[in-house]
């Protein structure tokens, strides 16, 4: 079916039954959006967005007593 021919199918239509279509059209389009797959992170996506100290993995002054 073309547009040309749902248009004229819809125009023969009472006011009423317009609206409904208008309702219907417009939850398709909803149902439509949300089937959309959700994207997937990739590896290494968050390069760059966290930055980690130089003395990250040097023992803590804290444990000192238990280091020992």
Do not use: H, R, W
């Not at 248009?7 to 949300?34: A, H, M, R």
């Amino acid at each position: 079916m073309t547009a040309t021919q749902l248009y004229q199918k819809i125009n023969y239509l009472p006011s009423d039954l317009k609206s409904e279509v208008i309702d219907f059209i417009d939850y398709l389009l909803s149902k439509q959006t949300k089937k959309q797959p959700k994207k997937q992170p990739q590896f290494g996506c968050a390069k760059g967005q966290f930055i980690i100290s130089p003395d990250f993995d040097s023992p803590l002054d804290d444990f000192k007593e238990y280091m020992e």
